[in-house]
């Protein structure tokens, strides 16, 4: 599959003026496709897969920043806790505590989003409100995460109505933390519905198959 630089390009003009950050989501692409997008300037990445995203930063330059968007298992922290810049998918306050604790043991501190339940499928995960509350409640203990801010998932709908509310509902419960944890990172918007979720106040887009074509295999962890 190509990558499709003039996607990125035209992207890259929508996004820079409104300071809204791109990260690349890469999943299951090769480490090609990543430095085809490397040597236009791009350095944030998300990777889904624990495996997938040790061997690509094995195998790529060293100051690319790995995000980890996918759902995280308590058992491979470790693993990535070395070289990701962010992970975006901390779905539980139990995760939370889990990353704090392997951070402890290794000196570090990590930052963090906090994953939102918005869409409510099965399929996807994240925390309702009052779980959220907890969690910033709980970092209070935390020396070793640094939650920096809120991402969520929209529905997998073409319905715009729908994915509006969802992407407001998720600013809303962001302003409400944001003062008291000086939160700086909203990242909300994928390849079919960025331009709604910057219209709502995105500030980090997680952009894959538009950039680089249609996912055909879903690699498991
Ligand atoms: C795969 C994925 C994306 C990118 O999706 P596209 O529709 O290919 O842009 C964004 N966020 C998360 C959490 C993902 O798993």
Redesign the pocket.
């Known amino acids: 599959m190509e990558v499709n630089i003039k996607a990125y390009e035209d992207l890259k003009a929508k996004l820079d003026p409104v300071h809204v950050q791109l990260v690349a989501?890469s999943?299951t692409k090769s480490v090609e496709d990543i430095l085809a997008l490397y040597k236009l300037g791009q350095r944030d990445f998300?990777e889904?897969y624990v495996q997938e995203l040790i061997q690509k930063q094995a195998a790529l330059p060293s100051d690319i920043h790995w995000h980890f968007?996918?759902h995280l298992q308590s058992n491979k922290i470790k693993q990535i806790l070395p070289i990701v810049q962010l992970i975006q998918?901390v779905d539980s306050l139990k995760l939370l505590a889990e990353i704090d604790k392997q951070a402890l043991k290794q000196n570090i501190c990590v930052n963090c989003l906090l994953q939102v339940d918005i869409a409510h499928e099965e399929t996807k995960f994240g925390m309702n409100e009052e779980e959220i509350a907890s969690a910033f409640e709980l970092t209070g203990d935390l020396n070793h995460v640094k939650v920096k801010g809120l991402m969520g998932?929209g529905s997998f709908t073409a319905d715009k109505i729908k994915l509006r509310k969802e992407f407001k509902g998720l600013k809303e419960l962001y302003d409400r933390f944001s003062n008291q944890h000086l939160l700086s990172i909203l990242s909300m918007g994928?390849?079919?519905d960025y331009q709604l979720a910057i219209e709502e106040g995105s500030t980090m887009v997680?952009?894959?198959?538009?950039l680089f074509g249609e996912r055909t295999a879903i690699i498991k962890n």
Do not use: P
């Open positions: 989501v999943k998300g889904n968007i996918g998918g998932m994928m390849s079919q997680r952009v894959g198959s538009l």
